[in-house]
């Protein structure tokens, strides 16, 4: 035991580990609140369809040589995931056929112009980082971390001020619509917002696995309680402990960190589902 | 003046012109049955009276008195619903305005006024059908001044769920004096309860519940 607590004392010693840790907290936490308003909207998928988005932009933004790619990478998805919340509204086009397509286009559509245009020699080891997260964690800047706590700072305040709201607009749609909210407003707000999310924690768990800090939290909480309210808190809370876990855990196995904090999110979600169960049986 | 009031309406779905030229006008205190075969274009007709879409053709007039205090809504039931955590205190308040102790008042008078107070700490998935269905009520009164618009409000309920259902509209029409419209497809519950029938079809017609009845028999015979 005091072994694991030499070994994590010497290597939160360096400022890199210290960073990693803040940035993943912070990003687990956005991820989880807007995960509970995207499986409740049913749009769980939403979150692997807008990082194959910008995995694809990613791509073209490498191919242009283009210094600063969140430039480019963030816009797009921030377009893209408005035009995606949209076409759930449209009952022509179903909201998980137009994710998928999207998704699937453009992962093949970027990797593609890598193979063709791309100019690393490590063309592999450049996709699967993308796709599985890198320990491009560990090699988070100061400058990362306060993007990260300002977008945190905004996700946090939006949902405490219009949390109501977004209950709403979240279980009702046409009543919503009906009692005046703006509805639309308030969509392309969370659209906006799970974008930025996505396009941030892209670096940390890799755009194939970026969902399950979307969804696994929301799905754990909503094993156990059943209001809204407790399900956000719960959502928020289970999401840090993953995160802090999953990123412990990663340093002392010497695991890759986007995976190990995923598969700590999949555990938790089996505690709650038995937890659950047991207190379905209770009442 | 009218308390709702359609002048030369005309309803599409999607490009298709549904049905034109629909007039009728609703005085506080009435209750209408909104009929008509499935596709006719019922629920499109109640969503542009509440403003969630733009008629084709047409004007609607809400006197102010109801404009300020809002139309109460009860939507078609979606499948959607039944498996999200919420619980029947969250789902009244979010019709209600004012500081958190108002919205909490508000919300229990309404679930009292329809005799599920005892409800409102449930969560609302667990609820039954019919149960559920007073707690949308209970929301639309939240947010109601003086006229309730409800969406086949009676869909997949029992028999004897039903009868408490209508009668408890009913209550709320003659005692509370709130305007009633709502969808259905239940013939005798009509003849029982509404004062007037807006038949949709290509052709919509509105008039007493007395005549429609009449003409409704003259065909028969």
């Excluded at chain 1, 560990?138 to 939006?158: A, M, N, S």
């Amino acid at each position: 035991m005091s072994d694991t607590i030499d070994t994590l004392r010497y290597y939160f010693q360096f400022e890199f580990v210290r960073n990693a840790l803040i940035v993943g907290v912070l990003i687990s936490i956005c991820a989880a609140l807007l995960g509970v308003t995207l499986v409740l909207k049913h749009f769980s998928y939403i979150g692997d369809g807008l990082s194959h988005v910008a995995f694809g932009v990613m791509c073209i933004a490498s191919v242009l040589k283009i210094a600063n790619a969140n430039a480019l990478v963030m816009p797009v998805t921030i377009v893209c995931a408005i035009l995606l919340l949209r076409t759930g509204q449209n009952t022509k086009i179903k909201g998980d056929a137009a994710i998928a397509m999207i998704s699937v286009g453009s992962l093949a559509a970027g990797y593609m112009l890598m193979n063709i245009y791309g100019t690393s020699t490590n063309l592999t080891g450049d996709v699967c980082s993308t796709l599985f997260g890198s320990t491009s964690i560990l090699t988070i800047k100061r400058t990362d971390v306060w993007l990260c706590l300002t977008v945190f700072v905004i996700v946090v305040t939006v949902f405490v001020l219009f949390y109501r709201k977004i209950f709403a607009v979240t279980f009702d749609e046409d009543f919503a619509r009906a009692s005046g909210i703006n509805v639309n407003l308030y969509n392309n707000m969370i659209a906006t917002i799970i974008a930025v999310v996505i396009v941030m924690a892209m670096n940390m768990v890799g755009s194939l696995l970026i969902s399950a800090l979307i969804i696994f939290p929301a799905l754990s909480a909503m094993r156990v309680f059943k209001s809204f309210f407790k399900v956000t808190v719960c959502a928020a809370i289970v999401s840090l402990i993953c995160a802090v876990a999953g990123i412990l855990i990663s340093i002392l196995a010497e695991t890759p960190v986007g995976a190990t904090i995923v598969s700590t999110d999949m555990a938790v979600y089996f505690l709650f589902a038995g937890a659950g169960a047991i207190k379905g049986r209770v009442n | 003046m009218a308390q709702l009031e359609c002048k030369g309406l005309t309803i599409a779905f999607e490009d298709r012109t549904l049905y034109e030229d629909l007039s009728f006008a609703i005085d506080a205190g009435d209750y209408v049955f909104i009929l008509g075969s499935n596709g006719a274009g019922k629920t499109t007709l109640v969503k542009t009276l509440l403003g969630l879409r733009k008629p084709q053709g047409g004007e609607i007039s809400i006197d102010d008195k109801l404009k300020e205090k809002g139309i109460g809504y009860l939507p078609q039931q979606k499948v959607m619903q039944r498996d999200f955590p919420a619980s029947v205190m969250e789902v009244v308040t979010s019709a209600c305005s004012g500081k958190r102790a108002q919205r909490r008042e508000q919300a229990l008078n309404a679930l009292d006024r329809l005799s599920v107070k005892d409800l409102s700490e449930k969560s609302f998935m667990e609820l039954s059908g019919g149960q559920q269905q007073r707690v949308l009520l209970a929301r639309a009164l939240c947010a109601a001044g003086g006229m309730l618009l409800l969406d086949e409000p009676v869909a997949g309920l029992d028999h004897t769920t039903t009868s408490e259902f209508y009668s408890m509209i009913k209550d709320l029409n003659k005692n509370d004096g709130i305007t009633i419209l709502m969808i259905s497809h239940d013939i005798e519950a009509a003849r029982r309860y509404a004062t007037h029938i807006l038949y949709i079809s290509s052709e919509p017609e509105f008039m007493t519940a007395k005549k429609f009845f009449e003409h409704m028999e003259e065909i028969h015979e």
